[in-house]
């Protein structure tokens, strides 16, 4: 790791990713698990995320449900990739950008309230840019829930629900808009949700277990710098998955120890064949290396053409834009 942390710490880290309780004073419940007090609690968070270890304490919110998203590439010359990624990262919409080593290295994800929207952002960042970007929408989720053990147990992902849209009300997207960009640390953070939202702490709390229980939110609890963790060998794997072979490969994938994510995107002919894709994050690209060599021995990825795309640089990871204020107006 970078920089020591103490067990607790590590426990905060490790076990709070997901399970937020639903309560007035969640900190006080989680500190109750570690046998520290609720101030306690927030003071770590408070030094963890000064430092880096922690993005923020809030939700992750399933893609194209309460907003729309995709997965974008751009193949930028090395020496311009600075000024681009600063060119992309300064649009809201964009909350994660990453240089990856191929020669489509540029990735970001785009998010947006609406599908319209989405399109300009894309359409202005190609313009300043002057580069053609790759736009792989998403297709088929089977496992998009970046949060997974950092004491080097190899474990599945928890099965996901199918997503409830009937269940998204109007009034819900500013709500998920607070919660995608962080909690804050304080007694009751609910209450300070609520406030800002003119709505209850009660109201707050119903309507983040109704989200939650639709499959909208995907997980509530401590994103994670995985980088910070010592999780520095990050691969995304893309295969160029027969369509009939793609729902069964997914699924295998989707429980995989060692695969953080998994869904399919679209291709783009003569220019993108990959159609499924997997998350290795590991500690060594040794450790990364041998997921993916291990994932090959199962029937349904032999034989199929593949890259490993590293990560060597995060530009940008933040909450996605799902609500503008100037919509509610």
């Given at each position: 790791m970078p920089h020591r942390i103490d067990t607790i710490d590590h426990r905060l880290l490790d076990e709070f990713q997901r399970g937020l309780a639903l309560a007035p004073r969640p900190y006080a419940a989680i500190g109750k698990v570690l046998n520290i007090d609720e101030g306690e609690v927030?003071?770590?968070?408070?030094?963890?995320?000064?430092?880096?270890?922690?993005?923020?304490?809030?939700?992750?919110?399933?893609?194209?449900?309460?907003?729309?998203?995709?997965?974008?590439?751009?193949?930028?010359?090395?020496?311009?990739?600075?000024?681009?990624?600063?060119?992309?990262?300064?649009?809201?919409?964009?909350?994660?950008?990453?240089?990856?080593?191929?020669?489509?290295?540029?990735?970001?994800?785009?998010?947006?309230?609406?599908?319209?929207?989405?399109?300009?952002?894309?359409?202005?960042?190609?313009?300043?840019?002057?580069?053609?970007?790759?736009?792989?929408?998403?297709?088929r989720p089977f496992n998009i829930d970046l949060g997974f053990s950092l004491s080097g147990r190899s474990t599945p992902m928890p099965n996901r629900v199918l997503p409830r849209l009937e269940l998204i009300r109007d009034e819900d997207r500013p709500l998920l808009q607070l919660f995608s960009l962080g909690m804050p640390l304080a007694t009751r953070p609910y209450a300070a949700m609520a406030d800002s939202l003119g709505k209850s702490e009660e109201w707050v709390i119903e309507r983040l277990g109704t989200l939650i229980a639709a499959g909208i939110i995907t997980r509530l609890g401590i994103i994670v710098h995985h980088r910070a963790m010592g999780w520095t060998a990050n691969a995304m794997v893309v295969w160029d998955m027969p369509e009939h072979r793609i729902l069964e490969a997914g699924q295998v994938a989707a429980s995989f120890p060692g695969v953080t994510l998994c869904y399919q995107r679209c291709t783009v002919p003569g220019l993108w064949p990959y159609s499924l894709y997997n998350m290795v994050h590991a500690r060594t690209r040794e450790e990364a290396l041998a997921v993916v060599k291990e994932l090959q021995r199962r029937p349904q990825f032999a034989n199929?053409?593949?890259?490993?795309?590293?990560?060597?640089?995060?530009?940008?990871?933040?909450?996605?834009?799902?609500?503008?204020?100037e919509a509610a107006a």
């Open positions: 927030i003071k770590r968070l408070s030094s963890l995320t000064e430092r880096g270890y922690i993005s923020r304490v809030g939700a992750t919110i399933r893609p194209n449900t309460a907003g729309a998203s995709t997965l974008a590439a751009m193949s930028v010359p090395l020496q311009q990739v600075e000024t681009v990624a600063a060119l992309v990262g300064a649009e809201a919409g964009i909350n994660h950008s990453y240089l990856r080593e191929d020669d489509w290295n540029l990735w970001f994800v785009a998010t947006a309230p609406t599908s319209d929207e989405l399109q300009a952002l894309l359409d202005r960042l190609s313009a300043v840019t002057g580069f053609h970007i790759l736009n792989l929408r998403l297709l199929v053409a593949h890259r490993v795309l590293f990560s060597t640089r995060c530009f940008k990871q933040t909450g996605a834009l799902v609500h503008r204020k």
